[in-house]
């Protein structure tokens, strides 16, 4: 599975980076830590969200469409000239993907997307990241820094040799920049949210675009953009269509 199209779907979910490895879960995803109430962020709170736009990833780009069902479904579809290439599905314990350019599919865990991107990955961590939420640590006993520089707060902790940083926006109250450093290698991945827009159903901003770099020693960085030209929260009940035609072949 790597054609073009199937790339474009996984850019959306290279939000992970592959510095951050030792700091997500494989498998078995650990359960969610409240954030402390020192932290000043809100997190996009919703039941159903809609969001179309496009992806780049280095050279290879093209529209996707993303449905959430918060905490529950991922559902992303790419596209190149108005043809659908491919589908991911995601729930909290599987993974499937569908190649309509070589008719392949692949239906497992999260085993095939870690192997994909090269790092560990976990559902609430994906949902995380797509949405600009704040990114907490594994473990209760971590325990954030949080010191506050005007409009901005900044929160700290270092979790499995990881420094993790996230600048928050005081007066949005959502995260503008992760920053996720591995001194042992020098890798670094840092997300930058942009164009914050208020959405018609939620009183809380998101933002519109999207941008990765993902810097692994001193190698060039890689850097993939998400742009979104709409954005819906409990719109509708959406529906996550997802099967496979007869006669694809089942890639392990």
Excluded at 28 to 50: C, S
Excluded at 79 to 96: H, M, P, W
């Amino acid at each position: 599975m790597s054609n073009r199209l199937v790339l474009v779907l996984l850019s959306a979910l290279m939000l992970l980076g592959s510095c951050t490895r030792k700091l997500l879960p494989g498998r078995k995803p650990a359960a969610t830590v409240p954030m402390p109430e020192a932290i000043k962020v809100a997190n996009v709170d919703f039941r159903f969200l809609a969001a179309k736009g496009k992806a780049q990833f280095g050279d290879q780009g093209g529209n996707i469409n993303v449905r959430i069902r918060k905490d529950s479904v991922i559902w992303i579809s790419a596209s190149l000239v108005g043809i659908e290439g491919g589908r991911i599905y995601i729930t909290r314990d599987s993974v499937q993907v569908l190649d309509k350019l070589h008719k392949e599919y692949y239906a497992g865990d999260f085993e095939y997307l870690s192997k994909r991107l090269n790092v560990p990955v976990n559902f609430a961590t994906i949902q995380a990241l797509l949405l600009g939420n704040y990114l907490a640590p594994q473990s209760a006993t971590t325990q954030p820094t949080v010191t506050t520089e005007g409009p901005m707060q900044r929160v700290n902790y270092e979790q499995a040799g990881l420094l993790v940083q996230q600048l928050v926006n005081l007066e949005r109250g959502r995260i503008q920049q992760l920053q996720v450093q591995a001194p042992a290698n020098q890798n670094t991945l840092t997300v930058d949210y942009s164009d914050f827009r208020a959405l018609e159903r939620n009183p809380q901003q998101f933002a519109f675009n999207t941008l990765v770099q993902v810097q692994q020693g001193q190698t060039p960085p890689t850097t993939v953009t998400i742009t979104y030209r709409s954005v819906d929260v409990d719109k509708e009940r959406l529906q996550f269509p997802f099967s496979v035609p007869k006669g694809y072949a089942r890639k392990k």
